[in-house]
């Protein structure tokens, strides 16, 4: 069981090592692979306006955020990123954290969400956003550089946050 928080900097250690998990394959993140963890600090903590956890006992097994995709006349848009402990995955943890995520944005005012860069080869995260109310309303051809696949497309989806 595992309860869904908004995060605190003592959740950091527990939320980099999925961070650095996640990204160093260089097959789903645009970030670097070799991101440094004070840039991914920046990343995730920093810049965004809320970052949440999903721990079970004292360990953090998956974490997403909120921030504001645009500012002024786009500002009622927010992004969200999300990543899941290796062990935690096929689970339906991503699918929790998403739902919350849609709840907490709706909250804090936004009208819709948007990603603005999902690798067309992270099938199993299409698949998923699909079943959450993402449409695809964009395609960036080869805008991903997947670390062994090469050039890949990358999907723009979104959704309206009214009528979940």
Partial sequence: MYTIREATSQDWPGIWRIFHDVVRPGDTYAYAPDTGEAEAKRIWMDTPRKTYVA?????????????????????????????????????????ALCSHSLDQARAMGYHAMQFNFVASTNTGAIELWRKMGFEIVGTLPEAFKHEDQGYEDVFIMYRLLRNA
């Fill in 55 to 95: 721990v079970a006992g004292e360990e953090v097994i998956g974490t997403y955020y909120v921030k504001t995709n645009q500012m002024g006349q786009g500002a009622h848009v927010c992004n969200a990123g999300y990543m899941v402990r290796e062990d935690q995955r096929g689970r339906g943890l991503g699918r």
